[in-house]
């Protein structure tokens, strides 16, 4: 536990209202929070722009995030702890961590800021050798591939496995670990990322853009990050095959649903939400060289809005992660 003082002011991306990344998003001086019993305050370094992020800044997840501003950016982040609460154990000042925000609570300030405030049990101690441009583009996306293939699907060595936008955060995320579990894995992208994802661990690269769902398979799972025409890659599943969508639009979730009359074959569907065990394990993973990051674009944290800008243009190759230096 350190001493935190008189805490000061820092820097953080703010939504002010719904709408576009140029008039919803704000980088705003705030103040600096400060930790609670069994948190820990991080000094931020890094946090990557993810598809939650920009729901919430459309207004789209209003239920949850509700109509008072600001609201904290920022999912993930990666950095060093400056600070902890009283009963946390396990952490130092200087440590290296990543982690999470709880992704179904209200934040005022979140990941993209100089310094963010979370339970202990959201943090875990960053893989070494990666630095924290490197580690902040592998928290959700790791997460969420690791979650989706080992916990949704139960992925198990020597299955067929089709990744469908196999080039984007959580697609590179899941190719890797597909081929770590000792699967066979069909990576869906456009045909210039081809050489990427076989260098992945891809056993099959297929152009999304002339390959349609009636061509291929059968796999014996379907990873999906795309969100659509969820009932035709469906269709391609073999007997016990499992389906997962990390898609989340108004129309993948009506698929989801209208989807459980189908058994084992049901569109899965699940909110990533890691703790310290899932990221201990991602960072074992990275360890043994089986997990790397991918990063797309590097934003200074005054370009947030541009770096939402080209998340929403797709065409995405990994992740797009906002460079924030602490004060």
Sequence with gaps: MSDTGDMGEMKAVQIMSYGDAADALRVRDVERP???AGDVLVAVEASSVNGHDVIVRAGELKMVSGRRFPIGVGLD????????????AGYRVGDRVWGTVHPRRRHTTAGAAE???VAADRVAHAPAGLSAVEAAALVVTGATALIALRDSVHLAAGERVLVRGAAGGVGTAAVQLAHAMGCHVTALARD???GLLTGLGAD???????TTSDRIGPFD???DTVGTELHCYRSRLARGGRMVTVGLSGPALAAVAASTVHGSRRIRTFSANPGTDVLRELAERVGSGALRPVV????????VAAAHRAFERGGVVGKHVVAVAAG
């Design 296 to 303: 797309h674009g590097v934003y200074p944290l005054a370009d």
């Design 115 to 117: 310094y963010v405030v």
């Design 34 to 36: 400060a930790p609670g």
């Design 204 to 210: 099959e690269v297929l152009d999304h853009g002339s």
């Design 192 to 194: 210039r990322h081809a």
């Design 221 to 223: 799972v379907v990873l």
């Design 77 to 88: 982040f990666a950095g060093t702890v400056a600070a902890t609460g009283a009963d946390v």
